[in-house]
């Protein structure tokens, strides 16, 4: 292991399947996308046509706080390489499930403009934050340019039998693979569990962020056992 942790297709393949689950549950449950502000962009000028205002404001507010979430991750992402702190994603893994937590809490159930607006900033924050598996960049969020990538890289696969082009078609498509199946997953657990399904996607983040946290210091213990022989 090194220092790029978040790059390990692992977390990167179960952080899509968190995100097809996200997306479905947002959607499923107060009619937003979590992540694809197209789509709510799209439907508020519908919804504003037909003069449903409230759901209006509730995908604008989404937007603007996802936006928000870009601008503070990218800040993150400076400000720790500045200071050589390597595992700080470990921490937003935990503040990923805490705010999945908090969002299941009843007292929150009456308010879903505010519930919509906490996923759209969680969200924007994982997908600039771990944006690549093993140096080749992808998307957690939504599925629109990975399928662009498993397309095209077929594409050139067949025609080239470019080994490279292979590597990056099974990529994208493993990434697509575990998309859907969160979706799916998430639709079953929302009929299952009703608004509780989301506690199924804290356990996930709280399970991904207590494996890493496991490997990272298995990893400095072994390197400062190295460095001291």
Known sequence: MNTSFHENRSVGLLLTFIGGMIDSFTYIRYQAFASAQT??????????????????????????FFFIGILLAKFMIDYFKRKALHF???FLLYFEAAIFFIISLQFLQPHPAIITIMIAFTAAIQWVSFDKI???????????????????????YLS?????????????????????????????AYRMLGTRAVLVIAGLF???????TFLVWQFQRDTNILQKK
């Open 88 to 90: 700080w994603r470990l």
């Open 206 to 212: 709280l399970y991904l962020a207590l494996s890493e």
């Open 39 to 64: 789509g709510n962009l799209i439907l508020a000028i519908i919804q504003a046509y037909e003069r449903e205002w409230n759901m209006v404001g509730k995908k604008l507010l989404s937007t603007l």
């Open 160 to 188: 080239t039998k470019d080994q490279a082009a292979k590597t990056r078609f099974i990529h994208f498509l493993l990434v697509v693979i575990a998309f859907i199946s969160g979706a799916i997953v998430s639709v079953f």
């Open 134 to 156: 093993n140096g080749l960049a992808y998307t957690n969020l939504f599925t629109t340019g990975n399928l662009k990538g498993v397309a095209t890289n077929l594409y050139d």
